[in-house]
């Protein structure tokens, strides 16, 4: 069974500054769809980036980026000059890309923007 | 992007009654749309994928007959909570897919209380 591991359960970044969060997963299969979904306190899922393994190529979405270790089963969430509007709880997840492509999330990692 | 909704937002009822939660795709078609359940400062776990025309495939460990899934239309899925008991009370979500099955976008959740 796939899962997916997020250590950090809480990260804090001050304002205008540079944060990651770090994730990992385990899975046998080569081809799949990795994401990063935020939820602010609104408690709505919101796509922040997604990642298909069989890219080498690191996705990036205007301040979030991601570091894709294929190899090392690790997809680490970069977001880069940290705004107030960033803080939120942080989900990585997985899903296969081919069948019913149901997501299996991570803990969760709450940041926290110090003004 | 893709709009899903869910009605309603928010729901208190007694305990032995039965709750129907509506996931509405807005402007696209999904074949299969997913329901999961938040417990509070937890991650979000999948109890059932719904595909439009067919039977809903749950978790293991989700019962079938006290969660009931219709997914009578490309653009609507319902989950009835029957006979709803105080632990039943949780934070749900819907999801659905698009077309290319790559994404899955979120409706903004229903809170359950029941007493």
């Not at chain 1, 089963?73 to 990585?92: H, T, V």
């Not at chain 2, 009578?72 to 632990?87: D, R, Y």
């Amino acid at each position: 069974a796939q899962t997916v591991t997020q250590s950090q359960p809480e990260m804090s970044v001050q304002e205008a500054e540079t944060v990651t969060l770090s994730c990992t997963y385990d899975t046998s299969e080569s081809d799949y769809y990795l994401f990063w979904y935020k939820q602010p306190p609104s408690r709505q899922m919101i796509l922040v980036i997604r990642q298909e393994a069989y890219k080498q190529q690191n996705a990036t979405e205007n301040r979030f980026s991601v570091n894709f270790q294929k190899a090392a089963k690790s997809f680490s969430l970069k977001i880069s000059d940290s705004q107030l509007g960033d803080a939120a709880m942080y989900f990585c997840a997985y899903s296969l890309i081919q069948g019913a492509q149901k997501l299996v999330f991570g803990q969760g990692t709450r940041l926290t923007i110090n003004p | 992007g893709a709009v899903v909704s869910q009605h309603p937002s928010r729901v208190i009822c007694k305990s032995g009654t039965s709750v129907k939660i509506e996931c509405r795709s807005l402007d696209f078609q999904a074949t299969t749309m997913f329901w999961y359940r938040q417990f509070p400062k937890q991650s979000l776990m999948l109890m059932a994928t719904s595909n439009e025309g067919s039977k809903a495939t749950y978790e293991q460990g989700v019962e079938k007959d006290k969660f009931l899934i219709n997914h009578a239309s490309l653009t609507l899925s319902t989950l009835t909570v029957t006979s709803a008991h105080p632990e039943d009370s949780s934070f749900y979500i819907c999801s659905a897919s698009t077309a290319d099955q790559e994404t899955q976008y979120f409706g903004p959740g229903t809170r359950l209380l029941v007493l």
